[in-house]
């Protein structure tokens, strides 16, 4: 019998697999932040906060597109923080702290980031604590510095569209589901809980999300471009849209 051994890139690949049945276009809003960071970002080595950053999807693709990035990588989740640790190398620092706090940024080992990216993530928060991140946020970023986030964000001039076209995403999805071409959110984790590097850090992750995990909130864009603005960023738009989801930039 072969011994156990955790294997962190198999884990990678199968959690962006099941993130892209879920979002088909991730790889085109990835694409998207990191132009915005080459656009603001004048040397080869830019320093980058993935924040909630899971298992480092955005870290990996950030340091194959800049191969002298400097990252950070900042979650509470103890399973994709296990899965980052074993696949992103020495030019990433992992950093666990808690979003919900304004101490959040304590642990950080910079407070000059060119950027902060941000995905599928912060609609867990609520609106009032959103709003207060953005300008923290603000605060570790250098002048001239960009923060993006990717979320799951309506036009609200489109809404019986954009109805239509997640009605579509989520019809193909749910026969990938069905034909077992890939795990659905739920399935993953309940295939994480038979690893057993993972099955205990999964009933960590349970007791630590169980209080304080937000019911889901999907303001439009223009609320947070508006947030950003309240925040202090200086410019603030929308720099990628794909049906239901899109990218918010903030500038320093």
Request: charged share 25%; glycine share 6%; hydrophobic share 45%.
């Amino acid at each position: 019998m072969t011994p156990y051994t955790f294997n962190g890139p198999a884990w990678q690949e199968s959690w962006d697999r099941q993130q892209e049945a879920y979002m088909p276009d991730r790889e085109e809003r990835f694409a998207a932040m990191l132009d915005a960071v080459e656009a603001v970002t004048e040397w080869p080595a830019p320093r980058l906060l993935d924040l909630a950053g899971g298992t480092g999807s955005i870290s990996l693709r950030a340091q194959r597109r800049f191969p002298q990035a400097n990252t950070t990588l900042l979650d509470l989740d103890p399973v994709t923080l296990t899965i980052a640790r074993a696949t992103l190398d020495e030019r990433s620092t992992v950093v666990t702290a808690d979003l919900l706090t304004p101490e959040w940024s304590a642990p950080l080992p910079h407070r000059d980031y060119d950027a902060v990216l941000v995905a599928t993530a912060l609609h867990w928060l609520s609106p009032e604590r959103l709003a207060e991140l953005y300008a923290e946020i603000r605060t570790v970023l250098r002048p001239g510095g960009i923060l993006v986030n990717a979320d799951h964000m309506p036009d609200d001039g489109l809404p019986g569209l954009s109805k239509r076209l997640g009605d579509r995403a989520d019809a193909r999805r749910e026969a990938r589901y069905a034909a077992g071409a890939v795990l659905s959110w739920a399935a993953w984790w309940e295939h994480a809980k038979t690893d057993p590097t993972l099955a205990p850090l999964v009933e960590e992750r349970d007791r630590i999300f169980a209080a304080d995990h937000h019911q889901e909130w999907l303001p439009p864009a223009s609320w947070h471009v508006q947030a950003l603005r309240d925040a202090g960023f200086t410019e603030a738009g929308l720099i990628w849209r794909g049906a239901q989801d899109a990218a918010v930039a903030g500038v320093r």
